[in-house]
């Protein structure tokens, strides 16, 4: 209560300030005429009384200012004068202000927009309860990588563990909406019946999946996200009365997701429904192949180790219940992960990177901000030394600067959340996919908060220090000269400020060195003047049959629109992240042969070797005559031909591809095609013809080249004619899917880039200022050196050599931590090692030519000195 009580009376004393100094004027003019007329009654003169009074009591406005310091509300209003005389330092000097501003800005601007676009990826948690119990488990395969799971794998993990809550597969669903202005294509999941179980996330609105339903054969439904909910269904209350027409088939829709709710294993999904298989006792039935995610919960208290430890002891014991077939024996182990880990892999890795590099951005503004209030001090001396002799203590000077830097962090603040607000949606725009793992938040109360702490951090830690030195020098030096420790401390922050830009720039050169490899690298196609779109027949009615046909007379109708040069159709296309691998078994005369390795399969029309530019090495190319009814044949890539056969002749040799299905003859060897991303070597490959595969892809990509781009939405028109239900989507060029599959990197690099070369232009602007300060210290100096024979360029290389000095100890501590740093970026280099030796001397040269450019000017200036004017000064 007595703080309260305080604070109210503070609050009224400084609103009635004027009245209460007149009232403790009175009051002190009649303490002191007491006094003086007590001393006069006891028989002393009135000037000696007064004197005596004025010794013991003080003057008046001594005793004045005692009374008000001994309340919080005279502190406040010192702190308003101090702010005010801040502002009106700032407003006399607006280009130093404006700099500052400009440099905080960037820093904290850079570091907040990065903060806002990593933070679901490294920070947050994945949103489910009790999350730290949620697994994800791989197979292995034989070269050690993570391999999908199988549904029967799945169904006896199921059955044989005790240590889960749950189990739980999905695997993706892309169906065509149909029914509306347009046919939509939805990102969604088919998933076991206790999918929802496992991440402990029920429905908002309706039951949910009906677990009865999840087998081959039951009724089919859907559940939908709040997002299709709101957006496809304007969150109509009755969806749940409503029949979605799903690639032809109707659902039941039973169930809305929460709005906060968001699949971690496909964060684009917006739909689900049952993943209705059999029981797994066809070895070559969908049970059995390798394109199922997997996830678990594990029981209250039981540990991650404990539950991969079971999971491990049911791979290495199978039991007759459930038998195995040879390429899901589950051999090799398992790969068991904590799901926030899984979820965010490919993220996370890359958010810490940027979150570092953003990071040595905010320090190197940190640090040159104290550099250029060191080197205003240092301008500043004799008005620092007149404010000491005048009475003010340290303590006042190192207030009133570090209130001085607080505003300059507020103003460079306001800047950096102005960059923030442009800069995030300007990012989240081009997020590659390994960073939109979790979805990204962008400005919202964490991040504000986060950039308010920033401003204040960087307001104290950015004053105190060049406030201490200018202090120091301001007590110690008592003239207009700067002190040795005003000059120490701005050397040793300039040598930390290279330090990190070069820290900065080498990771900038080691990724465009690892970009330039890329590129150079042979990835098997010709982009030319190719489109590519994928299309999806799930609307099309019938088998296989009626399939073909729809395949067929679109590419007829695509041929004929004026401007189309060829046209062809792939069931998955070069780097576009497509995977469709099956394992590749050499024919032997009365067997099949032992599975010798895993190639992609294609399965593509006539024509698509010569549209891709994918050149056949030996034989010939798959033509129009290979169709169903023909000997199947195929075409190798040169690399799986090495692998398979050696030097041998490949020609004739017969091949199966998967389980079951027919022999292939291989007539032809194609040159190596990169699939998966230009750093990925795998390139086994095998290619037939659609007719002769098995059965007929609903799902494929047409490539079309053509004369002029415009003629992309006959192209459209064109299959529409075929059927008008069908999923159109990812219309681009080639050339952008190829630019696509690095953007992962292309993305670190812009940043990192931009990041660097604002380090540079800071440490420059940072050596500047302190060359620049330093000149004008010992212009005095300079003068007479001039005027004692030393010539102009004598003067310029005395301070050269001095900024040049401090740059060639920042690079070498500079080079040395980048070596520890460039650990961080092995997963993204290719073709370049963290200590390349290029990048470090390409680093060290631009940096000491930038620095000699800032280094000029105050040289120049300083050969400049008038020695007449500094003999007269001495």
Not at 57 to 79: C, N, P, T
């Amino acid at each position: 209560m007595g703080v309260l009580r305080s604070l109210l009376h503070g609050l009224r004393d400084w609103r009635r300030s004027d009245e209460i100094d007149r009232e403790l004027a009175d009051e002190l003019e009649h303490f002191y005429a007491e006094a003086v007329d007590d001393l006069v009654r006891h028989g002393a003169a009135p000037e000696h009384a007064r004197r005596h009074v004025r010794l013991t009591y003080g003057d008046a406005m001594g005793a004045r200012e005692d009374v008000r310091a001994s309340h919080w509300e005279s502190a406040a209003q010192d702190l308003v004068a101090d702010v005010r005389l801040g502002l009106r330092r700032l407003r006399r000097s607006p280009g130093f202000t404006a700099t500052v501003a400009a440099v905080l800005g960037l820093g904290i601007g850079a570091a907040t927009v990065i903060v806002s676009v990593v933070r679901p990826v490294v920070f947050d948690g994945l949103g489910y309860p009790d999350a730290n119990q949620l697994i994800a488990i791989e197979d292995r395969s034989d070269a050690g990588q993570p391999l999908a799971v199988t549904f029967g794998s799945f169904l006896e993990f199921e059955r044989r563990t005790t240590r889960f809550d749950a189990l739980a597969v999905h695997g993706v669903w892309q169906p065509t909406l149909t029914g509306g202005a347009e046919p939509e294509r939805l990102e969604g999941e088919r998933v076991s019946a206790d999918f929802f179980e496992v991440l402990g996330v029920p429905p908002r609105i309706g039951p949910g999946l009906d677990p009865d339903e999840a087998h081959e054969g039951g009724a089919k439904q859907v559940v939908l996200s709040h997002d299709l909910w709101t957006r496809r269904f304007d969150a109509d209350p009755r969806v749940l009365e409503r029949t979605l027409e799903l690639d032809g088939v109707p659902f039941a829709v039973v169930g809305v997701m929460p709005p906060e709710f968001r699949s971690v294993l496909r964060t684009e999904s917006r739909i689900w429904t049952h993943l209705q298989y059999g029981s797994a006792t066809d070895p070559n039935g969908p049970e059995w192949g390798h394109h199922l995610g997997m996830i678990g919960r594990l029981g209250t208290g039981v540990a991650i180790e404990s539950g991969r430890a079971e999971l491990t002891e049911v791979a290495a014991r199978p039991i007759p219940d459930f038998p195995r077939p040879n390429w899901a024996a589950m051999d090799n182990g398992l790969i068991v992960t904590p799901l926030r880990s899984f979820a965010t892999a490919d993220g996370r890795g890359t958010g810490l990177i940027l979150l570092g590099a953003a990071g040595l951005l905010l320090i190197i503004a940190c640090v040159n901000l104290a550099i250029l209030l060191v080197a205003r001090g240092l301008r500043r001396g004799g008005e620092l030394a007149v404010r000491t002799a005048l009475g003010a203590g340290r303590g006042r000077l190192i207030r009133q600067l570090t209130v001085e830097s607080l505003l300059l962090a507020g103003l460079g603040g306001a800047l950096g959340l102005a960059i923030a607000v442009i800069g995030t949606d300007s990012i989240l725009t081009g997020l590659p996919a390994s960073l939109k793992g979790l979805g990204s938040s962008g400005l919202d109360a964490g991040t504000l908060a986060f950039a308010l702490v920033v401003v204040l951090v960087v307001g104290v830690a950015g004053g105190v220090i060049p406030a201490l030195a200018a202090s120091r020098g301001a007590s110690a030096a008592g003239g207009v000269r700067g002190s040795a420790p005003a000059h120490r401390v701005a050397r040793n922050l300039i040598v930390s400020e290279v330090a990190l830009a070069v820290v900065l720039l080498v990771g900038a050169g080691l990724l465009t060195r690892t970009m330039q490899n890329l590129l150079a690298e042979p990835y098997g196609i010709d982009p030319g003047s190719t489109w590519v779109m994928q299309v999806r027949a799930t609307s099309v009615p019938g088998g296989d049959v009626e399939v073909h046909q729809f395949w067929d007379r679109s590419l007829d109708a695509v041929r004929e629109v004026p401007g189309v040069r060829s046209v062809a159709t792939t069931t998955q296309l070069p780097l576009s992240g497509d995977f469709d691998a099956y394992g590749v078994a050499i024919q032997t005369p009365g067997g099949t042969g032992e599975v010798a390795g895993t190639a992609f399969r294609y399965a593509v029309s006539p024509d698509y070797h010569d549209l891709m530019g994918i050149p056949i090495r030996h034989g010939r190319a798959l033509g129009r005559a290979d169709q169903a009814d023909a000997q199947p044949v195929a075409v190798v890539s040169a690399s799986l031909a090495r692998g398979l056969f050696g030097e041998a002749d490949p020609l004739g040799r017969e091949i199966r591809l998967g389980a079951g299905g027919a022999a292939y003859s291989i007539v032809g060897v194609a040159g190596d095609v990169r699939q998966q991303s230009l750093a990925t070597d795998v390139t086994d490959a095998v290619y037939v013809t659609t007719h002769q595969w098995r059965w007929a892809d609903r799902i494929r990509w047409v490539a079309v080249e053509v004369a002029d781009p415009g003629v992309i939405d006959s192209v459209k028109r064109a299959i529409w004619s075929v059927n008008p239900d069908q999923s159109i989507g990812t219309v681009e060029t080639l050339d952008r899917v190829v630019r696509r599959s690095e953007a992962h990197r292309r993305f670190v690099l812009a940043l990192v880039g931009i990041f660097a070369a604002l380090a540079v232009v800071l440490s420059a602007l940072g050596l500047y200022g302190v060359i620049s300060a330093q000149v004008a210290d010992r212009r005095r100096e300079m003068g007479i050196r001039a005027a004692l024979g030393a010539r102009q360029p004598e003067l310029v290389g005395l301070v050269l050599r001095r900024g040049l000095g401090l740059s060639l100890i920042g690079i070498g501590l500079g080079l040395a931590l980048a070596m520890l740093a460039s650990r961080a970026l092995a997963t993204l280099l290719f073709g370049v090692t963290g200590l390349d030796p290029l990048t470090y001397a390409a680093v060290s040269g631009l940096f000491l030519t930038v620095a000699a450019l800032a280094c000029w000017i105050p040289a120049r200036r300083a050969a400049k000195a008038d020695p007449l004017r500094s003999l007269a000064a001495e």
